[in-house]
């Protein structure tokens, strides 16, 4: 069993930034891919960014240029940097980490005010 544990939300203006970390529970098996989605009131849970154990990474056409995803594999963490925050930026978002499954954390709440 891994638990995720999400940090760094809150509320911002629009051109602000913030940084979400995520911190996966000691596990016996490696996290593989890591990522962050969103979900909007309304909408779909969406991707926003993923991150491989090699670092490889993969972000929404939406976030590119604005957002930075990394990884401390000795520490299980993931961290989302996001900058220039537009107001549909605004969502809950959720960290997802994988080994033999997918885990999920609780989600923090970002709110971009116009």
């Known amino acids: 069993q891994v638990q995720l544990v999400e940090s760094g939300g809150g509320l911002v203006q629009a051109g602000g930034s913030l940084r979400l970390s995520c911190a996966a529970s000691t596990t016996n098996f490696p996290i593989n891919t890591m990522g962050w989605y969103r979900q909007a009131p309304g909408k779909q849970r969406e991707l926003v960014a993923t991150?491989?154990?090699?670092?490889?990474?993969n972000y929404a056409d939406s976030v590119k240029g604005r957002f930075t995803i990394s990884r401390d594999n000795n520490k299980n963490t993931v961290y989302l940097q996001m900058n220039s925050l537009k107001p549909e930026d605004t969502a809950v978002y959720y960290c997802?980490?994988?080994?033999?499954?997918?885990?999920w954390g609780q989600g923090t709440q970002v709110t971009v005010s116009s």
């Open positions: 991150i491989t154990r090699g670092f490889f990474t």
């Open positions: 997802n980490g994988n080994t033999w499954r997918s885990y």
